[in-house]
């Protein structure tokens, strides 16, 4: 029984030393606030402006700087949500406000907020749907482009070789009279008709030649 008074007299001589401590932080933590402006000292107010309407002033000593101050919010609504994007010295938002800047006289600083569209379900689906069709359409253009440059290769690959098959034929025409020459410039001519390199070449063509110089 005596055990458990002296343990409970502890306790509650630590409880009550904590709450002194507490107590004379908070003591020592207004002082500090007061002694931010010094009795007599020059100061300035600074006025925080939020959608038209007053959000906070304060008052600092003069040549010093606003410190840290709460960011202020804006309601969101169905189309858009807000970000605080700072302090501006001009209701246009052209004059950026940082909080490290002297202050030498009575100051209006305006809140500046950045819009967010808010993204749905169906929006979210219908910007899918853009995304996919557009690589659809750029895979597209792309297929197009590379089947004309194989178009354009591919012709110019052929009239390469008939090109150079025609001179092939016209080299062995001949215009000579004998039975033998002539046999022997068909047949050359056939040959070149029926190789790979010439295909394009008709055999037609290649008996007309030599007919015509016959």
């Known amino acids: 029984m005596a055990n458990m008074r002296f343990n409970f007299k502890r306790i509650v001589c630590v409880l009550a030393i904590l709450v002194s401590l507490m107590l004379f932080a908070v003591g020592c933590a207004s002082d500090q606030a007061e002694e931010k402006i010094p009795e007599g000292a020059e100061t300035v107010a600074v006025t925080f402006i939020v959608d038209g309407e007053i959000y906070e002033t304060i008052e600092i000593v003069k040549g010093g700087t606003i410190g840290g101050i709460d960011d202020p919010t804006r309601e969101p609504t169905d189309k858009f949500t807000y970000t605080f994007a700072g302090w501006y010295t001009d ?4 004059d950026y406000f940082d909080a490290d800047t002297v202050v030498r006289e009575d100051t209006t600083l305006y809140a500046k907020f950045n819009e967010n569209a808010v993204v749905t379900t169906g929006m979210a689906a219908l910007y899918a749907l853009i995304g996919f069709i557009i690589v659809v359409v750029v895979l597209a253009v792309l297929v197009g ?6 178009a354009v290769f591919n ?3 052929s009239g390469s070789k008939s ?3 025609k001179t092939a034929v016209s080299d062995i025409t001949t215009d000579s009279d004998n039975e033998d020459e002539l046999i022997a410039a068909i047949t050359a001519a056939i040959t070149v008709v029926l190789s790979e390199e010439n295909a394009d070449v008709t055999p037609e063509f290649v008996i007309r030649r030599v007919r015509r110089k016959v």
């Open 91 to 94: 209701i246009d938002f052209f």
């Open 145 to 150: 482009i590379f089947y004309l440059l194989g």
């Open 155 to 157: 012709s110019k690959k």
């Open 163 to 165: 090109k150079k098959s």
